[in-house]
């Protein structure tokens, strides 16, 4: 039984490399994704190509070699021509490793910059045990904005990513788009990616980094750049307060107990702790990730925090049922 699971185990673990899943960067068509992709499934055929020669030879000298031998013969017998096929066997292996690495190394200058020389687009990204701050910087004319764990891209244009770290080392990789790029405290690396598709890539921490390493996701929003402009546009100005009664006890709430850790724009609120929380209502996800963006998820994430994510840094805020009900609706209309 254990060895008919085993040989149906294994043809499962190819396909799911193969597969079109969330993390896989086989199936990558972006420009460097892509190369990547190409890169991997080339070393991986010439692996597969080395192992079953060696296999091959090692049964046919088993084969050979299964002879009795007379013990009154010398151990060490004279070459009869086996040292030839050592030299072939040498010869055709530097040859195949230098062909690996030239195709390598053209692979990493290739996606060292985009092929216009520079991106016209750059994003700031920091990361903190356990999600990532976006910081845009349009134009100085236009000011700056900051999101975290969602970044937009637009469609069809490279975008160059400043990395930095807030406390300890990261990996920030998007498997679709592009390779990793370690994210080291007291250093900026840059890396860059272009969609050629609209869509929405998953991102994941590739170092580990703590006890919710695993659970320290993104998510790269590629859209068409009108799409982009927009939500650029929203993002700058900031959504209009509700007016009203429920609307100024949510934000009195939020005051008292959220904003000495969050910061949101058009508010006394600055805290640098957290996550910047300006139009949280048009993220889809919470937590970095985890869980959708709604608000009884919402509701369950501020009250309940270290039961969905333990060792995170956001509390359990103890909050009434009254006090929940005025500032989820606050914050989803913000």
């Given at each position: ?221 590629a859209e068409p ?77 501020i009250r309940h ?30």
């Amino acid at each position: 039984m254990i060895r008919a699971r085993w040989i149906l185990s294994c043809p499962a673990l190819a396909l799911t490399g193969c597969a079109s899943l969330p993390l896989s960067y086989l199936d990558s068509t972006a420009p460097v994704g892509g190369r990547i992709a190409q890169l991997g499934w080339g070393m991986l055929i010439i692996s597969v190509v080395v192992v079953l020669i060696i296999a091959g030879l090692l049964v046919a000298a088993i084969w050979r070699g299964s002879t009795e031998v007379d013990g009154r013969e010398l151990a060490v017998r004279r070459d009869t021509g086996g040292m030839r096929w050592i030299y072939v066997g040498v010869g055709i292996s530097s040859a195949v490793l230098a062909i690996s690495a030239i195709w390598t190394l053209l692979t990493l200058k290739a996606v060292a910059q985009p092929a216009s020389g520079a991106a016209p687009l750059t994003i700031g990204i920091v990361a903190h045990q356990w999600w990532w701050q976006a910081d845009y910087r349009p134009s100085q004319a236009q000011g700056n904005f900051t999101t975290a764990n969602e970044v937009h891209i637009p469609v069809g244009v490279p975008v160059r990513f400043e990395l930095r770290s807030a406390d300890v080392i990261h990996s920030f990789w998007v498997p679709k788009l592009a390779g990793k790029t370690d994210v080291i405290p007291g250093r900026t690396n840059s890396m860059w990616v272009e969609a050629r598709q609209p869509g929405i890539y998953r991102g994941q921490c590739a170092e580990y980094c703590g006890i919710e390493h695993a659970l320290m996701s993104f998510r790269v929003i590629a859209e068409p750049i009108d799409r982009f402009r927009s939500w650029q546009a929203a993002e700058l100005s900031g959504r209009s307060p509700q007016q009203g009664s429920a609307s100024a006890q949510g934000a009195a709430i939020f005051a008292a107990h959220c904003g000495a850790c969050h910061a949101m724009r058009g508010t006394e609120a600055g805290g640098a702790y957290g996550p910047d929380l300006t139009n949280l209502g048009s993220r889809t996800t919470l937590a970095a990730g985890m869980i959708q963006n709604t608000p009884r998820n919402l509701a369950y994430w501020i009250r309940h925090a270290q039961e969905v994510k333990p060792g995170a840094r956001m509390p359990n805020v103890p909050l009434s049922d009254a006090d929940v009900a005025k500032l989820v609706p606050y914050l989803e209309a913000r």
